[in-house]
């Protein structure tokens, strides 16, 4: 059964960084793109990064462009969003996400605030 | 990077009616690369349709996606209590970012 749980989110300042954790396992990890998604309250979706299979490739959005970093460790099946200078608009709900060309398996969601 | 546009916003439905959302893209969506997720409260989305006409796997059957270029719809026939959520379209392939739609709330009437 594929699983995919993050980690990691929390209350943080306005400036502040926090670090997102994605524990994968039921599938071969190293053989998929993975990205991650992210919900501001009672909003649509945003689609945020995505990594190749060895973590030699990402791609931002560009609100994040310079601020936050993903990166994988392979060994460990798990994906890592290193998240600085951290803004209000950056409060939402961080979901992983397996890419199969689609995002076919999500995690349940780490909520990240904030706020002063 | 494509936008993509969803309409309605909000659908009121009864069940047993058929749903039909709409997802317009601002340039051609290569290879058809465009798919459907449902949301629920609470939950992560779900993938319904991939490659615009491909259910994923254990969706039922009375969902189907349609479309190609710039113009996909997704239909629900005979809805159900449970397909009340919000429903997103999404491009995705070799052009990240891999933008969403705004969703359509389909809810009942």
């Known amino acids: 059964e594929v699983q995919l749980v993050e980690s990691g989110g929390g209350l943080v300042q306005p400036g502040g960084s926090l670090r997102l954790s994605c524990a994968a396992s039921?599938?071969?990890?190293?053989?998929?793109?993975m990205s991650w998604v992210r919900q501001a309250p009672g909003k649509g979706l945003e689609w945020v990064a995505n990594i190749n299979q060895d973590g030699s490739e990402k791609t931002y959005v560009d609100s994040v462009k310079g601020r936050f970093t993903f990166s994988r460790d392979n060994a460990k099946n798990s994906l890592y969003l290193q998240m600085n200078s951290l803004r209000a608009e950056d409060t939402a709900v961080y979901y992983c996400t397996r890419e199969n060309w689609s995002l076919d398996y999500w995690g349940q969601g780490a909520l990240v605030t904030v706020s002063s | 990077e494509i936008v993509l546009t969803q309409s309605p916003g909000t659908l009121s439905l009864s069940p047993g009616e058929r749903a039909t959302l709409s997802c317009r893209a601002s340039q051609s969506v290569s290879n058809n690369y465009l798919a459907w997720y449902q949301q629920k409260p609470g939950q992560a989305p779900r993938l319904l349709i991939s490659?615009?006409?491909s259910r994923a796997t254990g969706v039922p059957d009375r969902f189907s996606g349609s479309g190609s270029g710039t113009d996909f719809t997704l239909t629900i026939i005979r809805l159900e209590p449970e397909d009340f959520a919000v429903y997103y379209c999404q491009h995705y392939g070799t052009s990240p970012p891999h933008s969403f739609g705004q969703g359509t709330k389909l809810e009942i009437k």
């Open positions: 490659g615009a006409s």
């Open positions: 039921g599938f071969t990890f190293t053989t998929y793109y």
